[in-house]
């Protein structure tokens, strides 16, 4: 009797181990999102992303401003009197990202990730200069974050992890380029690769199974900490919210829709090198604000024998509200494809 127990035990817990290394399509969150899940013990995984970011148009809170407008506005420096020399047009990001996990238990997982982006921005020139447009480029590595993910809750319904961060500053803030005004001008802001500061990241991760659908929240907080950075600046603190929802169709894929909220602070300090008179994307001023986007994504997994286990995500983010401080660019898309690997 206590023999036909035992086994009864050891089957029904066999049982739930192979069932929960099964992978199936949503068993990672919508590509975008980062920390939504953790390893088994001695586990590795590999991953690449690569992510394209538009903005165009110069809004100032919700609204739009016209290029006109832009170059008439007071810039930040002049108390209300001086305009600027140039207005953006629109810029793209091209970001490679890099991650690795490894977990040393079933509890911990440590996790680490860098990127190589590639920028380029579209500005004109105020009327008296001819009116002409120029741009600017901009490439190098960008942060490295090293997270530690926490389990808090597991079972099979309910997942809950808590994340803290370590943002190292390996992206330069001293890019630099050719305008109409040197041959050699530190770049604006958005150009710069990283913060040039440690930041602390914090969040918290939540997921629930109701069958074949999931549930997904994830709440972060980052902030500078070591100060300001050697150019005299730090950005502010960013708040971030994600709530989204996924449905497994099959078990290889699944299709998900994301809601995002992004607030960031305005910065501290400003770069004494960038002259805010010359573009709004110079002016320290520019800085916070409130994002809400939405994401639709697809997750793939591949089941077969060769390639078993590779996965594919694919995310586009489309911004449906845009509060900025100031005049800054508004996004327009946001595009991810992502491939992962555990073994
Ligand atoms: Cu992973």
Do not use: C
């Amino acid at each position: 009797m206590f023999n036909f127990l035992a086994l009864t035990i050891l089957v029904t817990i066999s049982f739930f181990i192979n069932a929960d290394e099964i992978q199936l399509a949503d068993s990672h969150g919508p590509i975008s999102i980062m920390g939504d899940h953790m390893h088994k013990k001695g586990e590795f995984m590999f991953s690449y992303r690569f992510g394209q970011m538009k903005m165009n148009n110069v809004a100032n809170g919700t609204k739009k401003i016209n290029t006109n407008s832009v170059m008439l506005s007071p810039n930040g420096a002049s108390n209300n009197l001086g305009n600027y020399m140039n207005a953006p047009i629109s810029m793209k990001m091209n970001m490679h990202m890099f991650g690795g996990m490894y977990a040393p238990s079933d509890d911990l997982t440590l996790m680490i990730m860098t990127s190589y982006q590639d920028k380029i921005m579209t500005q004109q020139r105020m009327p008296m200069a001819g009116g002409s447009r120029f741009n600017v480029n901009s490439s190098g590595l960008g942060d490295t974050r090293i997270t530690s993910l926490i389990n808090i809750f597991n079972n099979d319904l309910t997942k809950t992890i808590f994340g803290t961060g370590l943002s190292l500053p390996t992206g330069s803030i001293d890019q630099r380029d050719t305008t109409p005004a040197s041959s050699n001008t530190r770049l604006g802001y958005s150009m710069q690769n990283g913060t040039g500061t440690y930041d602390l990241l914090f969040f918290l991760n939540n997921i629930n199974k109701i069958g074949r659908f999931k549930i997904g929240e994830q709440l972060l907080y980052k902030k500078a900490l070591s100060g300001k950075n050697s150019k005299n600046y730090q950005y502010g603190d960013v708040f971030e919210f994600n709530i989204w929802s996924s449905y497994r169709w099959i078990d290889n894929v699944s299709s998900s829709i994301k809601i995002n909220y992004n607030y960031q602070k305005k910065m501290n300090g400003s770069d004494n090198e960038m002259n805010p008179r010359m573009s709004p994307a110079m002016d320290s001023h520019n800085t916070r604000h409130n994002k809400i986007n939405l994401g639709f994504g697809v997750n793939l997994v591949n089941t077969s024998k060769i390639f078993k286990n590779h996965r594919i995500g694919i995310e586009g983010t489309f911004p449906i509200y845009q509060n900025l401080r100031g005049l800054q660019m508004q996004e327009t898309f946001r595009f991810m494809i992502g491939w992962q690997y555990a073994i």
